[in-house]
């Protein structure tokens, strides 16, 4: 398998200016050890990383988190194990597998001193290259962080980066105000709606209460006083549309999602159409 998403490669010069405004109101740089992903796997680091014995272990070890980490190294106690078991340690919430077999390097097309992240949230993968003499456990961490794109991931300078490097390009955003007592079951309702929309449109939560989310409120236009509301946003064209909400349903996100999608649709068949009848 081709290696994607080295980590530290961002072009600025191509980020849509949703993403902008984000990476430009703060600073990445010290982020590194605080996730802000809206959910989180459990995990414990008595357990980390688990040893992968075989292509069957591997696989199922994927498949049972939204967010995974394996690292394939040639020798297990080599220095560049250590500092995995030390980027282990640093995100709990997060599963470590490692494995030395050589069938199952071969079965995810990496080098020795790779590690793979997988994503279960658009099946995607991002690969480290470990065979640089400057990867340490930080830029491990960082690479993570990043990269860790779950069903409803939290919007900050860290994550913007993961998520404009996703495959999916249409993203919708609850903005509310994590501090509300309501705040709980909103995000027990978005997250069930994020699973009927799996592989089709990234889910984000966007924190009203953080200043540094100002500006990707005002982006859509939007006043405190009109939240919670939801903004979906089309990368590409920056299409976008928003709908402001008394409360937050598993029925009227679905149903937000669903005409943004025909509305998509019918703006692609457009020129098809036209196309096609100017042929006949």
């Known amino acids: 398998m081709v290696k994607r998403g080295q980590a530290g490669i961002m072009d600025t010069s191509v980020f849509p200016c949703l993403f902008i405004l984000l990476l430009t109101g703060g600073s990445p740089a010290g982020c590194a050890g605080d996730s802000g992903s809206a959910s989180h796997s459990t995990g414990s680091t008595a357990e980390k990383p688990v040893l992968l014995n075989d292509i069957a272990d591997a696989e199922a070890f994927i498949s049972g988190a939204e967010v995974a980490v394996i690292g394939f190294f040639q020798e297990p106690e080599s220095p560049e194990v250590s500092q995995f078991r030390l980027a282990a340690g640093r995100i709990p919430e997060v599963p470590f597998g490692l494995s030395t077999s050589p069938a199952v390097l071969s079965r995810y097309g990496v080098a020795a001193n790779t590690i793979t992240l997988f994503r279960r949230v658009d099946n995607d993968r991002r690969d480290l290259d470990m065979n640089s003499k400057d990867v340490d456990a930080e830029k491990m961490t960082r690479f993570i962080r990043m990269n860790e794109l779950r069903l409803v991931t939290e919007y900050n300078p860290v994550t913007a980066i993961g998520v404009m490097q996703s495959s999916l390009q ?47 409120v005002s982006f859509f236009k939007l006043k405190k006083s009109q939240l919670p509301a939801l903004a979906i946003f089309h990368a590409p064209d920056e299409e976008q549309d928003v709908l402001t909400l008394d409360e937050v349903s598993v029925e009227r996100v679905q149903d937000f999602c669903n005409r943004f999608l025909q509305r998509m649709q019918k703006k692609e068949d457009e020129p098809e159409e036209k196309a096609f009848n100017e042929e006949l």
């Open 170 to 216: 249409l993203h919708l955003l609850l903005i509310t105000d994590k501090m509300s007592p309501k705040y709980p079951e909103r995000m027990r309702r978005y997250r069930a709606a994020a699973e009927l929309f799996k592989g089709k449109i990234l889910f984000i939560l966007v924190d009203s209460n953080l200043k540094s989310n100002e500006r990707t």
